[in-house]
């Protein structure tokens, strides 16, 4: 049974940082084309960053230049390093596969507000 288990979100001020963490168990992170999601109130769910098997990441444009996707092999978790986090980063954040074959898991709420 896959289970993907989202951390570290909270709440900062605009211009903070933020690490996600998503640990993966019953399937391996490494072998998969692997993302980071996030769903803000009243939007649809959108895909924020993605890493190849190759380890090549892609980002959606408005978080190029702030946010790195990045992975741990051994550890079989994904991280999102968010900095120069801005208001409109509120959002829920998930980790799944891209495109997401798995059931979500319980997200991390990210909230950027002063």
């Known amino acids: 049974q896959v289970q993907l288990v989202e951390s570290g979100g909270g709440s900062v001020q605009p211009g903070g940082s933020l690490r996600l963490s998503c640990a993966a168990s019953?399937?391996?992170?490494?072998?998969?084309?692997m993302g980071w999601f996030r769903q803000a109130p009243g939007k649809p769910l959108e895909l924020v960053a993605s890493i190849s098997s190759a380890g090549k990441v892609d980002y959606v444009d408005s978080v190029k230049g702030r946010f790195t996707m990045s992975r741990d092999n051994a550890k079989n978790t994904l991280y999102l390093q968010m900095n120069s986090l801005k208001p409109e980063d509120t959002a829920v954040y998930y980790c799944?596969?891209?495109?997401?074959?798995?059931?979500w898991g319980q997200g991390t709420q990210v909230i950027v507000s002063s």
């Open positions: 019953g399937m391996t992170v490494r072998i998969r084309q």
């Open positions: 799944n596969t891209s495109p997401a074959i798995y059931g």
